[in-house]
């Protein structure tokens, strides 16, 4: 019988589809990209493949990335594979700024967990994925001009 070393895994690796594939394709570009409508303009994420609103078709474009802490946990357990060296660690969903309500799940690096807060404001950027070949959005605080 062989033992697994659950803290030697990799983290889960994304399963794109029809509909998330866009926004995989832009990441291992290092881009952020999420769902468009073609015809009024609305965001959408996760990503339709026609707008909810006019249900036109959707494309992916390009989004700056900064936005505004909506809510974040801070992980202190080893209970996510691939993260158990990274503890304690905060993941948080962030308000994007073209859009109200457009929000993004995504670590919250170069801070220290006790000064993440809702309402800071934060940055998104395109960082490797450990064992696989994809690359996820994280974000990292910003300064407010
Ligand atoms: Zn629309």
Redesign the pocket.
Same mark, same amino acid.
């Given at each position: 019988m062989t033992t697994v070393d659950w803290s030697q895994l990799p983290p889960p690796q994304p399963l794109p589809d029809a509909d998330s594939a866009g926004f995989w394709q832009a990441t291992a570009n290092g881009e952020l990209r999420l769902c468009r $409508?073609?015809? #009024?303009?609305?965001w959408h994420h996760p990503p339709l493949e026609h $707008?909810?609103? #006019?249900?036109?078709p959707?494309a992916f474009e390009p989004v700056t990335g900064t936005g505004t802490i909506y809510t974040f946990i801070v992980q202190r357990q080893p209970a996510v594979v691939g993260y158990f060296d990274q503890v304690p660690y905060a993941v948080a969903i962030v308000e994007l700024d073209q859009q109200p309500g457009l929000r993004l799940t995504g670590r919250v690096v170069d801070v220290d967990i006790d000064e993440v807060r809702i309402g800071m404001r934060v940055a998104a950027r395109i960082e490797p994925l450990r064992g696989g070949e994809f690359q996820v959005p994280v974000f990292a605080p910003v300064a407010v001009v």
């Open positions: $409508c073609t015809n #009024c303009g609305h $707008c909810r609103r #006019c249900a036109a959707t």
